[in-house]
T-cell receptor, first 114, second 114 residues
Framework: NAGVTQTPKFRILKIGQSMTLQCTQD?????MYWYRQDPGMGLKLIYY???????DKGEVPNGYNVSRSTTEDFPLRLELAAPSQTSVYFC?????????????FGSGTQLSVL | AQTVTQSQPEMSVQEAETVTLSCTYD???????LFWYKQPPSRQMILVIR??????QNATENRFSVNFQKAAKSFSLKISDSQLGDAAMYFC???????????FGKGTLLTVNP
């Protein structure tokens, strides 16, 4: 049981480049989330999804795009990378039901934009 | 919008002693969940304890317990018999509404001194 798997673990981008952070979960969770963690700060929600085909913006969506074509996968796309996007990115998933509510986190992706 | 405030950026405790981490939150919802997550240097987010707002009894998990004061919107974490492995960043988080996304505080860095 792999849980939530994120790739890559580390990446360095040049300003203006694009990339996709991959996230997959094998727990059949309906809910998936992307968070970013800046140094000395808590996690801020970028986008989330309550099921395949449904996505919605979180607190800090600018500069990012997501898609949810399957229950398992929730990739995060960075277009035209900027230094302000240097951060640690976490993908998470959950059942989305009150009695089981708990987020399962991936191990994070350290992204630097230079 | 919901907010979560952790007023202690850093705390330290002697091994085997007890420490309390503070958290306050703001919400207009009546049904919600509160969490404490631990983030060690490995970066992994680990759920420590969770509290349902409708439960008056404070949650306990082994050496970890909470003091949940709903009227005061306070949710502190007590760590008893502190161990070196407890050293980490601790995040308080709130989840409410129908989509279960978490709002995090900025974290408290806990140091455990031998």
């Amino acid at each position: 049981n792999a849980g939530v798997t994120q790739t890559p673990k580390f990446r360095i981008l040049k300003i203006g480049q694009s990339m996709t952070l991959q996230c997959t979960q094998d727990m059949n969770h309906n809910y998936m989330y992307w968070y970013r963690q800046d140094p000395g700060m808590g996690l801020k929600l970028i986008y989330y999804s309550v099921g395949a085909g449904i996505t919605d913006k979180g607190e800090v969506p600018n500069g990012y795009n997501v898609s949810r074509s399957t229950t398992e996968d929730f990739p995060l796309r960075l277009e035209l990378a900027a230094p302000s996007q240097t951060s640690v990115y976490f993908c998470a998933s959950s059942w989305g039901t009150a009695d089981k509510e708990k987020l399962f986190f991936g191990s994070g992706t350290q992204l630097s934009v230079l | 919008a919901q907010t979560v405030t952790q007023s202690q950026p850093e705390m330290s405790v002697q091994e085997a002693e007890t420490v309390t981490l503070s958290c306050t939150y703001d919400t207009s919802e009546s049904d919600y969940y509160l969490f404490w997550y631990k983030q060690p240097p490995s970066r992994q987010m680990i759920l420590v304890i969770r509290q349902e707002a409708y439960k008056q009894q404070n949650a306990t998990e082994n050496r970890f317990s909470v003091n949940f004061q709903k009227a005061a919107k306070s949710f502190s974490l007590k760590i008893s018999d502190s161990q070196l492995g407890d050293a980490a960043m601790y995040f308080c988080a709130y989840s409410g509404g129908s989509n279960y996304k978490l709002t995090f505080g900025k974290g408290t860095l806990l140091t455990v001194n031998p």
